[in-house]
C-alpha cells in the first residue's frame, strides 16, 4: 500500500505532467496557428438548407443552400491570389437568407464583375439580419482584418438604421456615443466568439482552438431565427394588417440621423487605418405613397415596440417609411460627396419598387438580386 508521501509524489507527477503537455501544446498551437480567428459573425461551415415557398415569398423557387465557409462568410473561399478580393457588410438585404448561394447580389455581381474583366474578382458577405451601422464598424474592425489581405468593402445600409430608430420610439438614445465600454460589450454581443476576456486561460490558443472547433460543429437553431418555409412572414404580415394605429407621419429622426453619420465615418476612419477601398450602396424597398392591395398584404415591416412577436403595435405607413428611407439616403449621399476613396452606388433610383424585385418590404427575389447586382456591376465600372 501506498505511503501519502508517495501518493502525494506521484499526483504532482501527473499534474506536472498534465501542465508541461498542455504547455508544449499551446507552444505548438502558437506556431502552426500564430493568428488564430477569434471573432465569427457566422459559424464557419456552416450548412443548411431552406425551401421557401413561393406563395408566401414570391419569385423564390425551389430549395436554397445557405452556406458559409472555413473563413467565416458566405462566398468563395479568398485564396492567396491575385484578384481583387471584397467582403460584402449589411443587414438582412445583404444577407439574402432564402436565396441560393448561386443566386444572392453578391455571387450574381462576382459573376457580373468576372464576365466584364480580365480577372473576376472574389465577394464574399457576412450580412445578417438586424445589423445596423454600429454593428458593421464593429465588423469591419475586428472581423475583417483576419481573413488576411482584401481590397475592400462593400457596405449595403440605411434601412436598419432607420427601423430601430422607429421601433425604439422614445426609448432610442438620442445621444449614443461608442465609448469603449460600449464597444467591449457590443463585441461580446454580436460576435460568436472574441478575444477580449479577462480570464487568463481563455485568452490561450488552446482554448481559441477548442472554441473555435465548437463554433464550427455547434449547430445553429435556426427555428430561433427564420422557419425553413417562411410561415413566420404569415404572422409578421397579419400583425401589421391588425395595427392598432396607422401613423402617417414620422417622428424627428435628427438624432437618429447624426448618429448614422457618425458611424459612417467610423467606418470609412477604418478602411483608411486598413488601407481598403469603401463601397457604399443605398437601399431600396417596396415603399410607395400609393401601393395595390396585394403589394400592402406584403408588407410586415415599420411597427413600433416588439411588433414581430405580439399583435395590437403601432405601424408607420408607406407612404411614412418611404420618407424615411429617403432621408437616410440623403444623408448617406451627402456623407460620401466629399469623402476620397469612397464609391458610391446608388441603387435607390435605379431600382424597380415592385414585385419584380422584393417579396416583401426590402427583400430580394431570385429576379431582384440579379437588378441590385447589375446596377452595382453598372455604376462600379463606370
Same mark, same amino acid.
Request: glycine share 6%.
Given at each position: 500500500?501506498?505511503?501519502?508521501?508517495?501518493?502525494?509524489?506521484?499526483?504532482?507527477?501527473?499534474?506536472?505532467?498534465?501542465?508541461?503537455?498542455?504547455?508544449?501544446?499551446?507552444?505548438?498551437?502558437?506556431?502552426?496557428?500564430?493568428?488564430?480567428?477569434?471573432?465569427?459573425?457566422?459559424?464557419?461551415?456552416?450548412?443548411?438548407?431552406?425551401?421557401?415557398?413561393?406563395?408566401?415569398?414570391?419569385?423564390?423557387?425551389?430549395?436554397?443552400?445557405?452556406?458559409?465557409?472555413?473563413?467565416?462568410?458566405?462566398?468563395?473561399?479568398?485564396?492567396?491570389?491575385?484578384?481583387?478580393?471584397?467582403?460584402?457588410?449589411?443587414?438582412?438585404?445583404?444577407?439574402?437568407?432564402?436565396?441560393?448561394?448561386?443566386?444572392?447580389?453578391?455571387?450574381?455581381?462576382?459573376?457580373?464583375?468576372?464576365?466584364?474583366?480580365?480577372?473576376?474578382?472574389?465577394?464574399? *458577405?457576412?450580412?445578417?439580419?438586424?445589423?445596423?451601422?454600429?454593428?458593421?464598424?464593429?465588423?469591419?474592425?475586428?472581423?475583417?482584418?483576419?481573413?488576411?489581405?482584401?481590397?475592400?468593402?462593400?457596405?449595403?445600409?440605411?434601412?436598419?438604421?432607420?427601423?430601430?430608430?422607429?421601433?425604439?420610439?422614445?426609448?432610442?438614445?438620442?445621444?449614443?456615443?461608442?465609448?469603449?465600454?460600449?464597444?467591449?460589450?457590443?463585441?461580446?454581443?454580436?460576435?460568436?466568439?472574441?478575444?477580449?476576456?479577462?480570464?487568463?486561460?481563455?485568452?490561450?490558443?488552446?482554448?481559441?482552438?477548442?472554441?473555435?472547433?465548437?463554433?464550427?460543429?455547434?449547430?445553429?437553431?435556426?427555428?430561433?431565427?427564420?422557419?425553413?418555409?417562411?410561415?413566420?412572414?404569415?404572422?409578421?404580415?397579419?400583425?401589421?394588417?391588425?395595427?392598432?394605429?396607422?401613423?402617417?407621419?414620422?417622428?424627428?429622426?435628427?438624432?437618429?440621423?447624426?448618429?448614422?453619420?457618425?458611424?459612417?465615418?467610423?467606418?470609412?476612419?477604418?478602411?483608411?487605418?486598413?488601407?481598403?477601398?469603401?463601397?457604399?450602396?443605398?437601399? *431600396?424597398?417596396?415603399?410607395?405613397?400609393?401601393?395595390?392591395?396585394?403589394?400592402?398584404?406584403?408588407?410586415?415591416?415599420?411597427?413600433?415596440?416588439?411588433?414581430?412577436?405580439?399583435?395590437?403595435?403601432?405601424?408607420?405607413? *408607406?407612404?411614412?417609411?418611404?420618407?424615411?428611407?429617403?432621408?437616410?439616403?440623403?444623408?448617406?449621399?451627402?456623407?460620401?460627396?466629399?469623402?476620397?476613396?469612397?464609391?458610391?452606388?446608388?441603387?435607390?433610383?435605379?431600382?424597380?419598387?415592385?414585385?419584380?424585385?422584393?417579396?416583401?418590404?426590402?427583400?430580394?427575389?431570385?429576379?431582384?438580386?440579379?437588378?441590385?447586382?447589375?446596377?452595382?456591376?453598372?455604376?462600379?465600372?463606370?
Amino acid at each position: 500500500m501506498l505511503s501519502q508521501k508517495e501518493i502525494f509524489s506521484k499526483a504532482g507527477l501527473v499534474i506536472v505532467s498534465i501542465l508541461l503537455s498542455l504547455f508544449i501544446a499551446e507552444l505548438i498551437l502558437r506556431f502552426l496557428y500564430p493568428e488564430q480567428t477569434k471573432y465569427f459573425v457566422w459559424q464557419p461551415n456552416l450548412q443548411h438548407t431552406f425551401y421557401p415557398d413561393s406563395n408566401i415569398l414570391h419569385g423564390l423557387n425551389g430549395a436554397s443552400q445557405f452556406s458559409i465557409n472555413s473563413q467565416g462568410f458566405r462566398g468563395d473561399e479568398f485564396e492567396n491570389d491575385s484578384r481583387q478580393k471584397y467582403i460584402c457588410l449589411g443587414g438582412s438585404t445583404t444577407e439574402c437568407l432564402y436565396l441560393d448561394d448561386n443566386e444572392t447580389w453578391q455571387h450574381q455581381l462576382q459573376l457580373l464583375m468576372g464576365s466584364r474583366t480580365a480577372l473576376p474578382p472574389a465577394i464574399g *458577405s457576412i450580412g445578417k439580419s438586424g445589423c445596423t451601422t454600429r454593428e458593421h464598424y464593429l465588423q469591419l474592425k475586428y472581423y475583417v482584418p483576419q481573413i488576411g489581405k482584401i481590397d475592400g468593402v462593400m457596405l449595403m445600409v440605411g434601412l436598419n438604421d432607420m427601423m430601430k430608430r422607429l421601433s425604439h420610439d422614445t426609448l432610442f438614445e438620442d445621444n449614443f456615443q461608442l465609448t469603449q465600454q460600449v464597444e467591449d460589450s457590443l463585441v461580446n454581443t454580436i460576435f460568436l466568439s472574441n478575444e477580449k476576456e479577462n480570464v487568463w486561460w481563455r485568452k490561450t490558443n488552446l482554448f481559441q482552438f477548442a472554441q473555435n472547433i465548437l463554433h464550427r460543429t455547434k449547430k445553429v437553431e435556426w427555428q430561433n431565427v427564420q422557419d425553413d418555409e417562411g410561415k413566420i412572414y404569415k404572422t409578421w404580415r397579419a400583425n401589421r394588417q391588425r395595427a392598432a394605429v396607422v401613423l402617417y407621419s414620422l417622428p424627428d429622426l435628427s438624432s437618429a440621423l447624426n448618429e448614422y453619420e457618425r458611424n459612417l465615418q467610423l467606418i470609412y476612419e477604418e478602411t483608411q487605418k486598413q488601407g481598403i477601398k469603401l463601397i457604399v450602396v443605398n437601399q *431600396s424597398a417596396l415603399y410607395k405613397d400609393t401601393m395595390s392591395v396585394y403589394e400592402n398584404n406584403l408588407l410586415w415591416m415599420g411597427g413600433v415596440g416588439n411588433f414581430q412577436e405580439e399583435r395590437g403595435h403601432a405601424y408607420y405607413s *408607406s407612404k411614412a417609411l418611404r420618407k424615411g428611407l429617403q432621408l437616410y439616403n440623403g444623408r448617406l449621399q451627402q456623407f460620401c460627396s466629399d469623402k476620397h476613396y469612397i464609391k458610391f452606388v446608388n441603387l435607390a433610383t435605379s431600382l424597380p419598387c415592385d414585385t419584380s424585385v422584393f417579396y416583401d418590404d426590402c427583400h430580394f427575389n431570385e429576379s431582384g438580386a440579379k437588378k441590385v447586382a447589375g446596377i452595382i456591376a453598372e455604376q462600379i465600372i463606370r
